[in-house]
């Protein structure tokens, strides 16, 4: 009886719910078709142009001018009273400003777009509040997407989003170009620590949880506290075929939609309110003049109904870059043609709106396409209520930089943080241990947060974190600085290429591991993000090797502590490192974090969400196929094909131990209606209380195409006191086991599968 009272009032509310959001969506749809029915050619064309703010300012953006930046009124009305201009966004050039200032800012476009346009349709700011809403000074600042995916806590994306959004929208800007679902796939990629690894389903889960961050579990974008997402950068994007950015791919149709696909359509169907177009070519298709890809795929099948905006100046590139358009007008009219609802221009308008539309007058583009467009981008609008507010007041917002938030942002760093290598528990060092810290990493906030952090590319992140600790200043914090020697050995050349460095009193940081205990070396890579970021040799600087070598050659224990946007390759000293701790880039807090596992106040407990390679010749992931694991092939030809990583996906150890028994399945043999369960039991057989993520696996022994060797089905977290013991449980269906065919067709094929947990494993056979 209790469950039918219970069950009926859940049927109840979610029916009233459906009632509720059809009827906002019907309003929402009146209001669009009324405004619409109002709007010139002109207008309508305005609104699928985007600019940047640097079109509408005069002086710099650029921290280093010192000029404060400010709106030029003459060119704000050309682009917004004569050109119809709908959005702006950010600038490359831009740099953390106060919340009062951003809406100071905003209130000025908005004033000028209510005001004094005919239409009076306010301005949509979008900006890649990536990790924390990056470019607001105070906001905090989280680890990035990377670092979230090694907590395996959807948890963490969610309240780093939820918090991101607050802080947005506290700026007054209401759209974030966030969350990356590109597939981590390559680790060579400079924007490899901007998505959450390499695993499909794992990218799935922590883009689900910080997409309803960001829009709010039942999507309410029109709450103060809520931004519109964008997923980017649809589709293949992070996979380049010479692993630079924006250079071609080559993806199998069959992979392009179980692997990467795969995340974009589930967060589409969560709702999602906007995609970004991937800014490259795969398989010698332009995606941003892909019909197929935007209209077929993305608008049609997957049933977007939210806004396409393109990649930075990516229709113009159809012209100048990629040579698919003779001139910059039909690049045009490709990218509307095919989809393309809105053209981050960013810089040249004039021309993206005389000709689109001319092209609409010469029958060139339908106007019923155009239509389309604007109807997406006008709905964004009024769901985000931006008639109502088109800016907000920082007074309304008495958590910005709260210490509740700096809280979440620090346990995301540390239960991020992967202990990779542990030799004789050198880890935890004791409190009192005299230690030696160094490298290019050991005192910098600008290395701990990234690229995008205050600045595009984050080289001015010192000026805006003097509050926070560096590892060092963290490490001192720990053990009292008369404990800590700091010799860097070698530095970044903060005003050169991301990846200069140079020998900085590395003879006396030789010298000096002779007066401590232990050596923590910090190393890996300085900030930076896209193009910029590009890679000529994935393995650790010449000048980082040679630093932990000698170190090593002293006979003191070195700690290697790794801090860095994608894994650089490290096979040639990691035997002479005593122990591995991998911070990725961890944020403001990352350095605390780092120093209380460092010191046993916080047991690890982050795993890789990527493989790290030994060598830069062997980029395997971990759902390779088994012929990429033989060591030898039989007959004539005999070649090593080893399957090698240093640190395997999903790696990750902890101080206490953690036995798996009793791997259990409901049902050895299963149909498509059933639901498996999966239970296994986990104890914390050490002496102190840990974390612990359970990862299942499964691999399907036989199938129509070469399976995978393994595949992530589902994951959790649990926290367990020594001694105790806990039975987790998994639910899976047979549609979780599928993959994509040859004919692009998800399927599972009736036989065996193995299930695996930890070094467990049990067989099931499938049914049809
Ligand atoms: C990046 C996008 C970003 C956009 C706007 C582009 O260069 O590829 O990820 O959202 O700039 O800043």
Same mark, same amino acid.
């Given at each position: 009886m209790k469950k039918t009272i219970l069950s009926t009032s859940v049927l109840l509310t979610t029916i009233l719910l459906h009632l509720s959001c059809s009827q906002q969506q019907s309003s929402v749809d009146a209001d669009?078709?009324?405004?619409?029915?109002?709007?010139?050619?002109?207008?309508?064309?305005?609104?699928?142009?985007?600019?940047?703010?640097?079109?509408?300012?005069?002086? +710099?953006?650029?921290?280093? =001018?010192? &000029?404060?930046? +400010?709106?030029? $009124? @003459?060119?704000?009305?050309?682009?917004?009273?004569?050109?119809?201009?709908? =959005?702006?966004?950010?600038?490359?050039?831009?740099?953390?400003?106060?919340?009062?200032?951003?809406?100071?800012?905003?209130?000025?476009?908005?004033?000028?777009?209510?005001?004094?346009?005919?239409?009076?349709?306010? &301005?949509?700011?979008?900006?890649?509040?990536?990790?924390?809403?990056?470019?607001?000074?105070?906001?905090?600042?989280?680890?990035?997407?990377?670092?979230?995916?090694?907590?395996?806590? !959807?948890?963490?994306?969610?309240?780093?989003?939820? *918090? $991101?959004?607050?802080?947005?929208? @506290?700026?007054?800007?209401?759209?974030?170009?966030?969350?990356?679902?590109?597939?981590?796939? %390559?680790?060579?990629? $400079?924007?490899?620590?901007?998505?959450?690894?390499?695993?499909?389903?794992?990218?799935? =889960?922590?883009?689900?949880?910080?997409?309803?961050?960001?829009?709010?579990?039942?999507?309410?974008?029109?709450?103060?506290?809520?931004?519109?997402?964008?997923?980017? /950068?649809?589709?293949?994007? $992070?996979?380049?075929?010479?692993?630079?950015? #924006?250079?071609?791919?080559?993806?199998?149709?069959?992979?392009? #939609?179980?692997?990467?696909?795969?995340?974009?359509?589930?967060?589409?169907?969560?709702?999602?309110?906007? *995609?970004?177009?991937?800014?490259?070519?795969?398989?010698?298709? !332009?995606?941003?003049?892909? /019909?197929?890809?935007?209209?077929?795929?993305?608008?049609?099948?997957?049933?977007? +109904?939210?806004? &396409? &905006?393109?990649?930075?100046? %990516?229709?113009?590139?159809?012209?100048?870059?990629?040579?698919?358009?003779?001139?910059?007008?039909?690049?045009?009219?490709?990218?509307?043609?095919?989809?393309?609802?809105?053209?981050?221009?960013?810089?040249?308008y004039e021309t993206f709106c005389t000709n689109l539309v001319e092209l609409v007058k010469e029958g060139e583009v339908k106007e019923s396409r155009i239509d389309d467009a604007v109807r997406r981008i006008l709905k964004l609008k009024l769901k985000l209520n931006l008639w109502e507010h088109p800016v907000t007041n920082i007074s309304d917002y008495p958590e910005f930089g709260s210490e509740k938030s700096a809280r979440l942002a620090y346990e995301a760093a540390a239960e991020a943080i992967t202990l990779l290598k542990n030799q004789n528990s050198t880890l935890p060092l004791q409190k009192d241990a005299k230690v030696l810290v160094c490298g290019p990493n050991a005192n910098s906030m600008r290395s701990l947060n990234g690229g995008w952090s205050y600045s595009w590319q984050g080289e001015k992140t010192e000026r805006f974190t003097s509050r926070f600790n560096t590892i060092l200043e963290a490490i001192q914090n720990e053990i009292g600085a008369q404990n800590v020697k700091y010799v860097p050995g070698v530095s970044y050349i903060n005003e050169g290429m991301y990846f200069e460095d140079k020998d900085d009193n590395f003879s006396e940081a030789i010298r000096s591991a002779a007066t401590v205990d232990a050596v923590i070396l910090c190393v890996g890579e300085n900030s930076y993000c896209e193009k910029p970021g590009d890679l000529n040799d994935l393995t650790l600087s010449a000048n980082q090797l040679r630093l932990a070598k000698e170190l090593a050659g002293t006979g003191k224990p070195v700690i290697l502590v790794l801090n860095e946007g994608r894994p650089r390759s490290i096979h040639s000293i990691e035997p002479d490192m005593k122990a591995v701790v991998q911070t990725y880039l961890p944020g403001n807090y990352g350095g605390d974090a780092l120093a209380d596992i460092l010191f046993g106040d916080v047991n690890p407990s982050g795993r890789l969400p990527y493989t790290y390679p030994s060598y830069p010749n062997s980029l395997v992931t971990y759902y390779h196929k088994p012929s990429e694991e033989q060591k030898r092939a039989e007959g004539a030809y005999v070649y090593e094909s080893d399957y090698n990583p240093q640190y395997e996906f999903g790696h990750g150890l902890s101080y206490t131990t953690f036995e798996y028994s009793n791997l259990k399945v409901s049902n050895s043999t299963f149909t498509e209606k059933d639901v498996l369960k999966v239970t296994v039991d986990v104890k914390n057989t050490g002496s102190r209380s840990g974390k612990e993520s359970i990862l299942l696996y499964s691999s399907d022994v036989y199938a129509s195409m070469t399976p995978d060797v393994k595949r992530l089905r589902r994951f959790t977290k649990i926290n367990l006191e020594p001694g105790q013991s806990q039975t987790v449980e998994f639910e899976i269906r047979a549609k979780d086991l599928a993959f994509v065919n040859q004919y692009g067709l998800w399927v599972t094929e009736p036989g065996d599968f193995e299930l695996m947990i930890s070094g467990l494993r049990t067989n099931i056979t499938f049914k049809n």
């Open positions: 669009v078709d009324k405004i619409l029915s109002e709007m010139t050619l002109e207008q309508k064309v305005g609104q699928m142009a985007q600019i940047t703010l640097d079109v509408i300012g005069n002086g +710099e953006t650029r921290h280093s =001018s010192n &000029v404060p930046f +400010e709106i030029d $009124s @003459a060119r704000i009305r050309k682009a917004l009273v004569d050109y119809h201009i709908g =959005s702006i966004l950010n600038t490359t050039n831009n740099y953390a400003l106060p919340p009062e200032q951003w809406n100071q800012l905003i209130s000025y476009i908005q004033k000028i777009a209510m005001e004094e346009t005919k239409a009076r349709i306010p &301005v949509i700011y979008g900006i890649d509040a990536i990790h924390g809403a990056t470019y607001t000074d105070g906001a905090i600042m989280f680890p990035q997407q990377i670092s979230l995916a090694a907590t395996f806590n !959807t948890s963490h994306a969610y309240n780093t989003a939820t *918090v $991101s959004a607050y802080e947005t929208r @506290a700026s007054g800007i209401p759209w974030n170009f966030s969350p990356v679902l590109d597939l981590g796939a %390559d680790p060579r990629f $400079s924007r490899q620590y901007e998505g959450f690894g390499e695993d499909p389903y794992l990218v799935k =889960s922590m883009g689900l949880a910080m997409l309803a961050g960001y829009e709010g579990i039942n999507d309410s974008i029109g709450s103060k506290y809520k931004v519109a997402s964008c997923l980017k /950068h649809y589709l293949g994007y $992070s996979v380049p075929f010479s692993g630079k950015d #924006r250079t071609p791919a080559y993806i199998p149709d069959n992979i392009l #939609r179980e692997y990467h696909l795969e995340p974009f359509r589930a967060a589409v169907e969560a709702g999602a309110e906007s *995609v970004m177009i991937n800014s490259g070519i795969i398989n010698g298709v !332009t995606i941003h003049a892909s /019909h197929d890809l935007i209209t077929k795929l993305l608008k049609e099948e997957l049933k977007f +109904e939210g806004v &396409v &905006v393109t990649d930075w100046m %990516d229709i113009i590139n159809l012209h100048t870059r990629d040579k698919i358009a003779q001139s910059h007008k039909e690049a045009i009219k490709l990218a509307v043609n095919a989809g393309i609802d809105m053209s981050m221009i960013p810089y040249e």
